[in-house]
Nanobody, 124 residues
């Protein structure tokens, strides 16, 4: 079963920044949307940002919690989806996952198994 590989997490102070990376097989990157999700302790996994497939022009949109601070982007030369996270706050602390799938009205219907994710901790 295909899994995407997340990287780039770490410990950062409030107000800091991180860039997460999600490596995808080319056929996934070109055909499906990709989303960044996060799951904080004791909470459900939530979609933070999504980007449409390369064929659809990599159109991005965001959850309200990410708007103005996070940017999702796709690198066609590397088949990689990034999540640039700026102005981080403690509430952003979570394990971040990426997955690919079909766009739905409100999110993304993932088609792949979940990977290990990458831990983001925002703390002073």
């Amino acid at each position: 079963q295909v899994q995407l590989v997340e990287s780039g997490g770490g410990l950062v102070q409030p107000g800091g920044l991180l860039r997460l990376s999600c490596g995808t097989p080319e056929r996934i990157f070109s055909t499906y949307g990709v989303g960044w999700y996060r799951q904080a302790p004791g909470k459900q996994r939530e979609l933070v940002a999504r980007i449409s497939s390369r064929k659809s022009g990599h159109i991005a949109d965001y959850a309200d919690s990410a708007k103005g601070r996070f940017t999702i982007s796709g690198d066609n030369s590397k088949n990689t989806v990034y999540l640039q996270m700026n102005s981080l706050i403690p509430e952003d602390t979570a394990v971040y996952f990426c997955n690919a799938g079909y766009y739905t009205e409100e999110g993304l219907d993932p088609i792949l198994s979940w990977g290990q994710g990458t831990q983001v901790t925002v703390s002073s």
